[in-house]
T-cell receptor
């Protein structure tokens, strides 16, 4: 059974600081997605990571994937208030048509 | 394009009642899924479909039925609502088996 763990679950940080969210998963996978969810809203796709060593960046967010360690990271650089949201990783189970989501990391950036 | 449309947005049911959550997409996506979101548990897969006429169970299928008679529609039926089914339900679709999801806006369901 695939398990996907994110940490931390909650993160409160000051504007301008850097931090990393971790996503660990328990079985092999060839792709991983990161999503953002604003309070009371739906989920929005941020990144797809398709291979070992893949790195994607947009604005202050950078995601990476290490398939050997079964670990993905979402790094936040110089956080701003607009980044406050819940971030989910989702791991694709190859050949099953299924995605398993992590529990989410609720990020709050304080002005 | 409307994307993925879910109705209703909010619903209150009494224990034992049945209802259908509607989901429609206009992107000609083959893959559609239903998830429920509960605090501290992320999103859990209820049922999914890989095309018209083909459905399968996810992680938490008990108490729910689905069917896929057309590419566009993927309704989720609650057979006999229970308080444990109080949750936010999301429908999602994808153009391919490993493609990223487009999510609907969600249905907030309360069972009393």
């Amino acid at each position: 059974e695939l398990k996907v763990e994110q940490n931390p679950l909650f993160l409160s940080m000051q504007e301008g600081k850097n931090y990393t969210i971790y996503c660990n998963y328990s079985t092999t996978s060839d792709r991983l997605y990161w999503y953002r969810q604003d309070p009371g809203k739906s989920l929005e796709s941020l990144f797809v990571l398709l291979s070992n060593g893949a790195v994607k960046q947009e604005g202050r967010l950078m995601a990476s994937l290490d398939t050997k360690a079964r670990l993905s990271t979402l790094h936040i650089t110089a956080a701003v208030h607009d980044l406050s949201a819940t971030y989910f990783c989702a791991v694709y189970l190859s050949g099953t048509y299924k995605y398993i989501f992590g529990t989410g990391t609720r990020l709050k950036v304080l002005a | 394009n409307a994307g993925v449309t879910q109705t209703p947005k909010f619903q209150v049911l009494k224990t034992g009642q049945s209802m259908t959550l509607q989901c429609a997409q206009d992107m000609n996506h083959e893959y559609m899924s239903w998830y429920r979101q509960d605090p501290g548990m992320g999103l859990r897969l209820i049922h999914y479909s890989v095309g018209a006429g083909i459905t399968d169970q996810g992680e938490v299928p008990n108490g729910y039925n689905v069917s896929r008679s057309t590419t566009e529609d993927f309704p989720l039926r609650l057979l006999s609502a229970a308080p444990s089914q109080t949750s936010v339900y999301f429908c999602a679709s994808s153009y391919s088996s490993g493609g990223g999801y487009t999510f609907g806006s969600g249905t907030r369901l309360t069972v009393v």
